[in-house]
């Protein structure tokens, strides 16, 4: 852990978490190589000994489509108290690019559903987010809005008002066209013009979008976005297209929707089928 802790100080850019349900340790990086440098550093100057899996892609899951007042009754009867909360819900799409990623607002008049509950709906909503909707990645890009509800004297609880908030998300974001996001990365390339076609052919296979094309002191830079799944094994791939004399960079530059078959494999993989 003081490895972890000194690396994430020098590095912003290095995330650290803790999977609960496999007990490992999980690191974040920019790509391959910067997740590689990490690695090795913790092996050589902290001598920490790891088994280490292959990367995983940062996918997110977002909703395009608004939908208005989604209902939800959490309602279970056992003996003694039971358990009561509704909760109509809207929701619409937030852009990608907003400061938010996620807005909750209360517009719930006349004391529809008391307001030490409303904390706890917003609560339930967050925690359905965090699940995902198509893969269970993070779901961002969506503002919710409580219109209506109702609840029980006896019967309510800021429990039943948090599992309420939970399924209605999952209602909602079923109902809003959910999406699968991937990252796309501003990947730079400075090539030997003899090998700028080669390059360039890669890139498009890697489902990229050539940005622009210059002239740089004897050599031409290239840039495009590309997905980050398509970047696994380039540096390789570069070197031997290239007999090693083009270098390229990449960092994060946004989160885009993933096409349909590409989707549906991702989605198919993690639920297992």
Not at 101 to 107: H, Q, V
Not at 115 to 128: F, K, T
């Amino acid at each position: 852990s003081t490895a972890i802790q000194k690396l994430s100080a020098e590095d912003p850019t290095f995330t650290v978490s803790l999977n609960d349900e496999t007990g490992q340790t999980e690191i974040g990086g920019m790509g391959e190589l910067h997740l590689d440098i990490l690695v090795d550093r913790m092996k050589r100057e902290f001598k920490v000994e790891a088994n280490v899996g292959k990367p995983q892609v940062a996918y997110r899951e977002t909703i395009k489509k608004a939908v208005e007042k989604v209902d939800y009754t959490h309602k279970k009867q056992t003996g003694g108290s039971g358990q009561f909360a509704k909760v109509q819900v809207s929701f619409e799409p937030l852009p990608l690019d907003a400061e938010e990623l996620y807005e909750f607002d209360n517009a719930v008049t006349g004391g529809r559903v008391p307001r030490e509950y409303i904390p706890s709906v917003d609560h339930g909503i967050q925690d359905a987010m965090q699940l995902g909707i198509l893969a269970g990645y993070p779901v961002v890009g969506v503002k919710a809005t409580l219109v209506d509800g109702a609840y029980h004297d006896v019967d309510s609880s800021e429990m039943a008002f948090k599992i309420a908030g939970s399924m209605v998300f999952k209602e909602g974001a079923r109902r809003a066209n959910p999406v699968l996001l991937e990252p796309l990365m501003a990947v730079e390339v400075r090539t030997p013009e003899e090998y700028m076609g080669d390059v360039i052919g890669d890139l498009n296979s890697r489902r990229g979008q050539i940005q622009s094309m210059e002239d740089v002191t004897g050599v031409k830079l290239v840039s495009a976005l590309v997905p980050l799944s398509e970047m696994f094994g380039y540096i390789g791939d570069l070197r031997s297209k290239t007999q090693g004399r083009a270098v390229y960079s990449m960092q994060f530059d946004s989160y885009s929707e993933v096409p349909k078959a590409v989707a549906e494999e991702i989605i198919q993989k993690n639920r297992g089928e």
